[in-house]
């Protein structure tokens, strides 16, 4: 059993919680997620280590309501605890396995939309750490959705806020800040790092190809068991089948086809959709496989 320590709403309907798990905590990267579960029958739920604490041995999540089992997680309070956490997974972030020397050199653009920005929060804070200063823009909706804003004011070389209905900071998509900062502000930026939902990634990757910014991006589709076996966050990079949970979560969002990925993603929620995906994604649909039967 893995004991909460902490659990705190948010906002309306995302959550934050402190977990002990100390095998995560001592093994945990930036970039990382993990895999909880509440009991015995429950589903497993993917979710992006937003922070972690190797000396008290406790990562810390957040979540977004978005069906039973995130609605169900919001029952559970301090001293409850989830009958597993599995991590950490996925590919450490590409940042923290370049030398720092090199990362100093370089110009760094964040831009978070929403829940992404609890994934962005540990990279930039591992960066700040490391005495490298990145320019992080965080976007909302609206200002009373804004998640980790004095988190990150306190890692971020520059932060800019913006809501899409101007409530709060820069009025605005964040597409609009990246080009007015590059553009109207003189900023250079070597590299960007989005995370966010998907149509948000897709538009971001498209202002930074017009801007010759290289950008990663780090997907977030719908997983399962997490090793690539259940065919769930199947994306296509570069004209090449990839599996997220694997060989990402990040990739270069230039090459990502986000439109078929949006598509897969809505089609993966209903019985007759996967069924179809699996049917005309034949060998390939279970990570190359084919025969694990990971989605049953």
Known sequence: MFKILKAEQLTSNIYLMVVEAKRVAKACMPGQFLIVRMGEEGERIPLTICDYDRANGTVTIVFQVVGASTLEMTKLKAGDSFQDVVGPLGKPSELVEEEKEALQKKSILFVAGGVGTAPVYPQVKWLHENGIAADVIVGAKSKDILILEKEMEAVAGNLYVTTDDGSY????????????????????????????????????????????????????????????????????????????????????????????????????????????????????????????????
């Open 169 to 296: 900071g820069r009025s605005g998509m964040v597409t609009q800040t990246i080009k007015d900062l590059v553009e109207n502000e003189g900023k250079h930026y070597d590299i960007c790092i989005a995370i966010g939902p998907m149509i948000m990634m897709k538009f971001v990757c498209k202002q930074t190809k017009e801007l010759n910014i290289p950008t990663i991006v780090s997907l977030n589709p719908i997983m399962v068991d997490g090793t690539g076996m259940c065919g769930a966050c199947r994306v296509t990079v570069g004209g090449e089948v990839k599996f997220a949970c694997v060989d990402g979560p990040e990739f270069d969002g230039h090459l990502v086809d986000f439109d078929q990925a949006m598509k897969r993603q809505q089609m993966y929620k209903t019985a007759e959709g996967k069924a179809y995906l699996a049917a005309q994604e034949g060998d390939t649909h279970h990570g190359g496989c084919g025969n694990c039967g990971g989605d049953k």
